[in-house]
């Protein structure tokens, strides 16, 4: 059925396209002008680009019939409506990827052929000292060697290696950023610390922030497949039970995004919001690094108020991972 209804619409673009000259074009490019802010030559290569488009979206006969009134009183036909829908699709798109690209990335470098040593790496990225080593093993039980970069450090590489037919191995690793400020209570759930009604008053001693970026053990407040003990005990390698307090959080709400993982933002009411999880208490670096890996950077690491669901009630400050790919759709 599918198949028969891209016909369909196919169909009808084409019967369009041959009647698009006796179309009121003179009328259709004033009125891309308006309501896109077009040049008179713009609006008309976007006028034939779409008509010539014969696998275009159209909106059914019910559809315009519901929002013709509306739309028309803005100014727009049909044809201009539903070209302004593909457009918002292509925005939120470019949106996404733009946003995805100037994020900051960490890549593994296999140590091979002319990088074949951690030295090499160092040459090459100009870096004070000779970057950590990581040894992988592969499914075949075949060992290989690893270096971190940023993708400063890997455009260097590719670029002392220009003029060489040598293809170094990258492989891009997605971490959840953590950056607390030690200056204010930034970042931190439902609240913007960074307008003035928030910020703290620096008059009198100095204030210390809790957690700390380096601070450890910490507690996070955890939901989703993160509160799940078998989840996490898989994650962190851990010997015995993960011990998963119910605890609840203020300031966020839960959404969903790609019609299955759990995404915290911030809630419009703050005030009023509450989301219920687990505490757990991360006991290291390398098991908090766990933890950025799994969420990926599709999240951020924030501070948050945690109170245990328990007979002592208990309130404290702690960390839990927010959504941090704004662009995305969420439900």
Request: include cysteine; glycine fraction near 6%; hydrophobic fraction near 35%.
């Amino acid at each position: 059925m599918e198949f028969l209804a891209e016909l369909e619409y196919m169909a009808t673009n084409v019967v369009d396209e041959l009647n698009a000259e006796s179309e009121h074009d003179i009328q259709s490019i004033a009125r891309w002008q308006r309501l896109f802010a077009y040049t008179h030559a713009e609006a008309a290569a976007h006028i034939m680009d779409y008509r010539g488009n014969l696998s275009r979206t159209r909106v059914s006969d019910e559809h315009w019939d519901i929002v013709r009134a509306e739309k028309v009183a803005e100014g727009y036909d049909r044809e201009a409506y539903e070209y302004s829908i593909g457009l918002r699709k292509f925005k939120r798109l470019f949106t996404t990827i733009t946003a995805d690209s100037q994020k900051p990335s960490t890549y593994l470098v296999k140590l091979e052929g002319s990088l074949a040593s951690a030295a090499e790496i160092q040459r090459a990225t100009g870096m004070t000292s000779a970057p950590t080593l990581i040894r992988g093993i592969g499914d075949a039980g075949d060992e290989a060697n690893f270096v971190r970069v940023d993708g400063t450090a890997k455009k260097a590489i590719l670029d002392s290696l220009a003029g060489t037919t040598f293809q170094p191995t990258f492989i891009r690793i997605s971490k959840a950023e953590k950056a607390l400020s030690d200056s204010s209570m930034h970042p931190i759930l439902g609240i913007d610390s960074t307008l003035p009604q928030h910020r703290l008053d620096h008059s009198g001693p100095p204030l210390t922030y809790s957690p700390a970026q380096d601070q450890y053990p910490v507690w996070y407040f955890v939901y989703g497949s993160l509160a799940d003990p078998d989840v996490l005990s898989r994650l962190l390698s851990l010997s015995e039970t993960p011990d998963l307090r119910p605890a609840s959080i203020s300031g966020g709400v839960l959404r969903t995004w790609a019609g299955k993982y759990k995404a915290l933002v911030d809630a419009p009411n703050s005030e009023d919001a509450s989301v219920y999880g687990c505490a757990y208490r991360v006991v290291s670096r390398e098991h908090e690094e766990g933890l950025l890996y799994y969420e990926t950077e599709r999240y951020e690491v924030v501070r948050c108020l945690i109170e245990m669901r328990n007979e002592t009630k208990e309130i404290f400050m702690g960390l839990t991972f927010r959504f941090a790919n704004h662009s995305q759709d969420l439900l």
